[in-house]
């Protein structure tokens, strides 16, 4: 269930039958660099990828399945709180997924030494809320006819090369044998995992594939389009399980990737109730890892879930149109794009949405003169905290959104210990009416490393910093993105979620 935080960025998205999980995302920080690689869904043996849009009641579901069996035996059931129409789905172009994995998956950076960093560049989101997340998912084949009493097939289309019914059942039992004598082969054991549903009294969007409209590779594989709905509805959910349309291969132990991108106006998502963990960022690596970063970061991944059995791990939170550093030209979305993926539907604002945006500003943050006692020369604390003043840009920019005249000045007081790490971190003085902005940068500061102090002394900090926001201009570097593109409202977050098929 949609639920709007009023705290630091955070997002959301429901991933377990019955559950939701709950992601506090860390921003990527603005560089004085360039992109170097970066790691998409390539990576992984069995990733379903899906794009959610949601503004207001209305959401606009988006999803690509690594579906590599025979197109006769492809077969998707995906609960949907309202009877969906025929207009309310579409396909979409294959390409458009890549766009929107490439400008979100996780990327390496090089950059260097340069006084002062461009000052511009900037999250500066919005709200925040939550995604609930259930289960249920099928696939595979099958013959036959008839019908359970239980069962009512409420619409009927084709779309693409897809053949769609839309059902209402009352009994889990009675869904499952329609579904298996109407000719889809779904896996033993979807009983369970459709029961919430039905109890719940939500319908179920059924797909399967019409062989003879169906496109393939030059290796013979059906290439299946992506498949979009939107409906309206208070929750804001997504089915876990939708990922499960044909068995894992074995070769992948069982497991499953789920990318989730979320696309809203203003504000980023975070899952609900479940573990979260953000990817470690500002990570100094070797340099041969530019030839190896695919593999490196899948390491990366793993070592993160081990370390957090269960998690769903945040990946990357910007603005959609833009992007710092940027993954290739034009890596950013267009508002073409933005419209594909459901900006057209959603609230009657299509493409124009950034229209209805509020005045956005540009969160500018100054560094004061630093007073430290210990082995640690200023200048070095000055180009740490300057290698992470995105992290405090984006909490003022947090609190921008709620007061476009908010400005002052915080003082953060830290000490470093023996191993560069911060012991301890507090707010001194600060005439920045918004208290969460304070309480944003010092949980960003205990994130830090510095370098290790001689002799393993300790070092303490008074750090000024001056809050100053300014009108983002059309066409200049705004509040919701960094540089490589146009402003626009929507924030691009992504999730990432392995579980057991």
């Known amino acids: ?165 839309i059902l209402s059942a009352t009994e889990s039992n009675g869904l499952d044998s329609w579904l298996r004598t109407n000719g889809y082969r779904i896996p033993a054991g979807a009983e369970p995992l459709l029961r919430p549903y039905v109890t719940q009294g939500m319908k179920f969007f059924v797909a399967k594939v019409n062989p003879k409209k169906v496109k393939f590779d030059k290796q013979g594989r059906a290439e299946l389009s992506p498949l979009r709905f939107h409906y309206d509805s208070d929750e804001f959910a997504l089915p876990i399980r939708l990922g499960l349309i044909n068995a894992p291969d074995p070769k992948a132990g069982g497991k499953q990737d789920l990318l989730v991108h979320v696309l809203a106006p203003h504000q980023r998502y975070e899952v609900a109730n479940y573990l979260n963990v953000t990817i470690p960022t500002n990570l100094d690596v070797d340099d041969a890892v530019r030839e190896r970063f695919g593999e490196f970061y899948v390491s990366l991944f793993d070592h993160t879930l081990g370390q957090n059995p269960g998690a769903v ?66 200048d070095i604390i000055r180009r740490i905290v300057r290698a992470h003043i995105n992290e405090i840009r984006r909490c003022y920019a947090l609190g921008l959104v709620k007061d476009p005249k908010l400005a002052g000045e915080v003082e953060l007081h830290f000490e470093i210990d023996a191993e560069g790490r911060v012991r301890e971190a507090t707010l001194g003085r600060s005439t920045v009416t918004d208290e969460g902005v304070g309480r944003c940068s010092v949980a960003a500061l205990k994130r830090w490393k510095f370098p290790k102090p001689q002799g393993g002394a300790k070092v303490e900090v008074q750090y000024p910093l001056h809050l100053q926001g300014q009108v983002a201009a059309s066409g200049s570097f705004g509040g919701f993105g960094g540089f490589g593109g146009s402003p626009s409202p929507y924030v691009l977050t992504r999730l990432h979620a392995r579980y057991d098929a």
């Not at 990327?107 to 809320?129: A, F, K, S």
């Not at 073409?336 to 949405?353: C, F, M, P, R």
């Open 1 to 165: 269930m949609l639920r709007r935080l009023a705290a630091p960025l955070s997002v959301a998205a429901a991933l377990l039958v019955g559950g939701a999980l709950t992601l506090t995302p860390r921003p990527s920080a603005a560089f004085c660099g360039f992109y170097v690689a970066g790691a998409d869904a390539h990576l992984y043996n069995n990733a379903t990828s899906v794009v959610l849009m949601r503004s207001g009641k209305r959401t606009v579901l988006s999803m690509q399945n690594d579906y590599q069996g025979p197109p006769e035996d492809f077969a998707l059931v995906i609960p949907v709180p309202v009877i969906l129409k025929e207009a309310d789905v579409k396909v979409l172009r294959r390409e458009l997924f890549k766009r929107v994995e490439t400008l979100a998956a996780p990327r390496l950076v090089e950059y260097w030494e340069q006084d002062p960093c461009m000052q511009e560049g900037t999250i500066g989101l919005g709200n925040t809320g939550l995604i609930g997340r259930g289960g249920g998912g099928g696939t595979g084949s099958g013959y036959g006819r008839g019908a359970a009493p239980v069962v009512v097939v409420e619409a009927e289309f084709a779309v693409g090369e897809y053949e769609i019914v």
């Open 313 to 378: 791990v945040t990946e990357y939170a910007w603005g959609a149109t833009n992007c710092d550093p940027c993954p290739g030209p034009d890596a950013a979305l267009t508002e073409k794009e933005l419209a594909e993926l459901g900006a057209d539907v959603i609230d009657g604002q299509g493409a124009s949405a950034s229209a209805a945006a509020p005045t956005r500003m540009t969160p500018v943050v100054r560094q004061g003169k630093a007073q430290v006692k210990g082995p640690l020369s200023p």
